[in-house]
């Protein structure tokens, strides 16, 4: 099937010939000066190499581990922050986990994610669908890839075919995920442009007993792998000081690591789409 060009905004676009896309920012919005700082770092990295971004934080993490653990600043203030760094032209997405949640964000985010626990869940996949902005669908850790054809088309029935669908590892034992790169060409068979998740595809959920773990290690060879496979973009979760972070910081790449792994992953996309 014929991969779909999805249009994130009127110069972002991606598929097929258009630029490689990065979707990065912190796991949750922890402060706006970090948001910011990350934002316009990321985005300076991918102007200099000629790569298309998108800013991504979660206003909330309503699936954390434990009840104690760190959510984010809410659907208003988490509004808010992503507005500042809209106004500075940088496309923003975040994910939202309940159907009302929608028409709530959607004046302010260019991309809806859908995170992988609730691919399946279908009133959420029809709201998403009927704002009309691109939709980021992440497969669930406990899905095949060739199921995901059918949330695909809950989405396409629904009137919109904005779609990306995002690969982020199979529940593999307990505590661990692995990643199937065959995974890859069979999602993208389903017409819609993939973007491959390096970062929680080394996490270990749960694996730090009331928090996940990860394995931030393997970030880069994961990485360089997908793209091998003929992938239109990649997603990550960065931090200036990953130890620190409030959310998923053993399987955040550190900001300062971005550009050299892009400049190697940018000279395979180029070997690939030859």
């Given at each position: ?8 905004t009127d110069?972002?676009k ?18 706006e ?6 934002a ?10 000629g790569?298309a971004y ?13 009840l ?5 600043p ?8 992503l507005?500042?760094i809209?106004?500075?032209g ?5 994910d939202?986990?309940?159907a ?17 626990f609730?691919?399946r ?14 939709i980021a669908?992440?497969?669930g ?11 695909v088309?809950?989405v ?12 982020r ?23 819609c ?9 080394v ?7 009331g928090?996940?773990?990860?394995q ?43 550009e ?12 690939v789409?030859?």
């Amino acid at each position: 099937m014929p991969i779909a060009e999805v249009s994130i905004t009127d110069t972002v676009k991606v598929g097929p010939g258009r630029p490689f896309l990065l979707i990065a920012g912190p796991c949750v919005l922890e402060s706006e000066p970090l948001a910011l700082e990350v934002a316009e770092t990321v985005a300076g990295v991918c102007a200099r190499l000629g790569i298309a971004y998108v800013f991504k934080a979660s206003f909330d993490k309503a699936n954390r581990t434990s009840l104690a653990a760190f959510r984010g600043p809410g659907l208003s203030e988490g509004m808010r922050i992503l507005s500042k760094i809209k106004a500075l032209g940088i496309p923003v997405v975040s994910d939202v986990h309940e159907a009302g949640q929608v028409a709530l964000v959607q004046d302010t985010l260019d991309l809806i994610q859908i995170p992988a626990f609730l691919c399946r869940q279908t009133d959420l996949l029809v709201a998403a669908a009927k704002s009309g902005k691109a939709i980021a669908l992440k497969k669930g850790q406990f899905l095949s890839p060739w199921d995901m054809e059918y949330a695909v088309r809950k989405v396409k029935d629904s009137g919109n075919d904005q779609l990306l669908l995002l690969e982020r590892g199979s529940s593999f034992g307990y505590n661990n995920l692995v990643v199937d790169m065959r995974s890859l060409p069979v999602l993208r068979s389903l017409g819609c442009p993939v973007i491959y998740d390096a970062t929680h595809s080394v996490q270990l959920p749960g694996g730090a007993g009331g928090a996940s773990g990860g394995q931030r290690q393997f970030i880069p060879p994961l990485a360089r792998a997908a793209v091998a496979c003929g992938i239109d973009g990649l997603f990550m979760e960065v931090h200036p000081h990953p130890d620190q972070a409030l959310c998923d910081g053993p399987n955040s790449l550190p900001l300062d690591q971005v550009e050299p792994l892009l400049n190697q992953l940018l000279a395979i996309h180029a070997l690939v789409r030859t």
